[in-house]
């Protein structure tokens, strides 16, 4: 089971995150109003603000309609596979990988050391 299907089970409030870009950095503090923002990065002009599931999509539509934003989407976190045999298994095959790079690096040495 993973674990987003082990939170629907709970009594917890369901949240997801919008990524909200902005045209300039000083408004952000403005979308405090919506949710909670967790992430801000001035560099890049975006940041991620928490807001109940349920009110998403609404949320969405009115912030992107500010004048200061540029763009709105809401996290793709869902589509994630959390599941420990899932994660288990792309961590067996990028170990595989990484085996055969360095097999192809220490061949590669000793032929140019010969």
């Known amino acids: 089971m993973s674990i987003n299907q082990e939170i629907e089970n709970t009594h917890l409030t369901k949240r997801v995150a919008l990524i909200i870009y902005l045209k300039s950095v000083s408004d952000q503090y403005k979308l405090r109003h919506y949710g909670d923002i967790v992430y801000f990065s001035k560099k890049m002009k975006y940041c991620i603000l928490y807001v109940n599931r349920k009110e998403a999509k609404d949320v969405k ?48 040495n000793e032929d140019q050391m010969q």
């Open 61 to 108: 539509n009115q912030i992107g309609q500010l004048d200061f934003v540029n763009y709105v989407e809401i996290s793709p976190e869902e589509k994630v596979n959390l599941d420990s045999q899932h994660i288990e298994g792309q961590l067996v095959k990028m170990a595989k990988e990484a085996e055969k790079k360095l097999q192809l690096e220490q061949e590669k």
